[in-house]
């Protein structure tokens, strides 16, 4: 039995919410463009310095500036499109212009067990477990590995948790990567799947995420080592930086953008000096902190709004944006959780973002997943979606015909307009979200939201298949793979 859960679709086109006029935006560009010129960024990686430098950037030790020409030619180079195809092409995600689509994203350590409802460390078989319920579950539209498996080597993590992942879901899988080795390892092993090197490029079923910046502006070198590998790969790549108001980046909202900025702008120059034209999706993540502790906030208002505006900036330089929206500070799937989740969820969506992460399955500020949060957060993401999408206005929807012929006094219940478009212009959530009246509601023992989710997560853990991987597909990977490969 396979049971999926629909919703209003992905894609659809946003940008109605802009929290910067278009002036806000230019000035936070030049100041960018100013920061990058006469602070500019630490980078102590010998190869990216020398790149810089080569393309007439000023590298004075490991500090580099970046001239305004430097930036433009970057922008031209870039790609203003990126696909991120799903193993079932139904789940492609074309990441461009203000087409939004929202998921899940993280690594936390710890699960929310949904039988004893205790956290527990995060295990390889939640990497496989949760890919069903993502792949069941419509609204939620791309499967970043939301965890990190403690049960395992690490020498052994990557391979592992995309195959686990690979094999369990047909929508897209992206993951963070720690080993150029895991890099290439992966990618040998979805270019088997999607059917040779050249089928992977076209296609790609799979992505990576590179935390490649320390804020404030500082090239990490490690992980810029493994940028350089994935931008050489020609594999979708995700530029992540996650700067704190007040701790990492200035406590003011538009120092913040301007700094965060800078740093994607001069990522984002670096992979183009490396491959130009390599497929880059930039991931500002403007976050803020509880100024009494130093703590990350997800659950902020601020949150919500900056992830926003930074979307904003992706649309001027018309490059794919992946940013976050749909964290919380509460610890389990309550009012707080859903309070905190939908503020950021609409606002990130309704500007356009092309690829929310962090959106299904997440509480306490990214450090734990549970699996009835997937189910709640699918009904979440149906009404972000939904608002999205907007209101059709053409002579079908102002059903003027339709109204003359009902008439003063009757009703629409029955017309054939209503069945026509009922299921298109309402949506209509799942089970989580309970219309009954009180009476039945008592009757039926529905219990609350949490519970009704979790009934959904067991019956979907029990009951949903999905695609398998080709048998022969399969046995190669596990024969090519059998000393790093841990099967769940």
């Known amino acids: 039995m396979s049971r999926h859960i629909s919703g209003p679709g992905k894609g659809w086109s946003g940008g109605t919410y802009k929290p910067l006029t278009d002036a806000q935006v230019k000035q936070i560009h030049q100041a960018s463009l100013s920061i990058l010129k006469r602070t500019g ?11 810089f430098a080569q393309a007439g950037a000023e590298v004075d030790g490991s500090r580099v500036h970046i001239p305004e020409a430097l930036i433009e030619e970057t922008l031209e180079k870039a790609p203003s499109r990126v696909l991120l195809a799903g193993r079932d092409p139904e789940h492609d995600l074309h990441l461009e212009d203000k087409r939004v689509h929202i998921g899940t994203g993280g690594a936390a350590l710890q699960v929310l067990d949904l039988e004893s409802d205790q956290i527990r460390p995060a295990l390889l078989d939640d990497v496989a477990d949760m890919a069903r319920v993502v792949d069941a579950l419509e609204n939620i539209h791309f499967y970043l590995l939301p965890i990190y498996p403690t049960d395992i080597p690490e020498e052994k993590v990557e391979i592992s948790k995309y195959y686990a992942a690979v094999a369990n879901t047909t929508k897209h899988v992206q993951g963070g990567v720690y080993t150029a080795q895991g890099i290439r390892d992966v990618i040998k092993m979805a270019e088997r799947i999607a059917g040779g090197a050249d089928a992977l490029r076209e296609r790609p079923i799979v992505s990576f995420i ?18 350089i590998e994935v931008c050489r790969q020609r594999m979708p790549v995700v530029l992540s930086a996650a700067p704190m108001a007040g701790s990492t980046a200035p406590v003011t909202l538009a120092g913040m953008l301007a700094q965060l900025n800078a740093e994607q702008l001069a990522g984002l120059t670096l992979t183009q000096l490396v491959e130009p034209g390599c497929p880059v999706i930039i991931g500002p993540i403007p976050a803020t902190s ?24 992706a649309h001027f330089y018309d490059v794919p944006i992946y940013n976050s929206a749909g964290m919380t500070e509460s610890k389990l799937p309550d009012i707080q959780a859903g309070i905190e989740k939908t503020q950021s969820i609409i606002q990130v969506a309704l500007a356009g973002s092309n690829f929310i992460h962090h959106a299904a399955g997440m509480l306490e500020d990214m450090s734990t997943i549970a699996y009835e949060q997937f189910v709640i957060d699918n009904d979440i993401l149906g009404m972000a979606m939904r608002a999205v999408q907007g209101i059709e206005v053409n002579d079908e929807t102002l059903a003027l015909d339709v109204i003359d012929r009902v008439g003063p006094g009757s009703h629409f219940l029955a017309d054939d307009h209503t069945f026509q478009h009922m299921r298109t212009e309402h949506f209509f959530p799942s089970e989580v979200i309970n219309r009954q009246d009180r009476e039945t509601w008592a009757q039926d023992q529905q219990g609350d939201a949490r519970q009704r989710a979790r009934e959904i997560a067991r019956d979907l853990l029990e009951n949903h298949q999905t695609t398998p991987l080709d048998s022969e597909v399969e046995t190669w990977i596990r024969e090519q793979f059998s000393s790093t490969l841990i099967l769940t």
Do not use: C
């Open 210 to 227: 590179t935390s490649w910046m320390v804020s404030p502006l500082m090239f990490a070198t490690d992980v810029t080592t493994l940028l």
């Open 290 to 313: 509880d100024l009494r502790t130093g703590s990350y906030l997800g659950g902020s208002i601020e949150l919500g709004m900056t992830n926003a505006a930074i979307t904003q900036m």
């Open 41 to 51: 960024v630490g980078v102590e990686h010998k190869e990216a310095a020398q790149l």
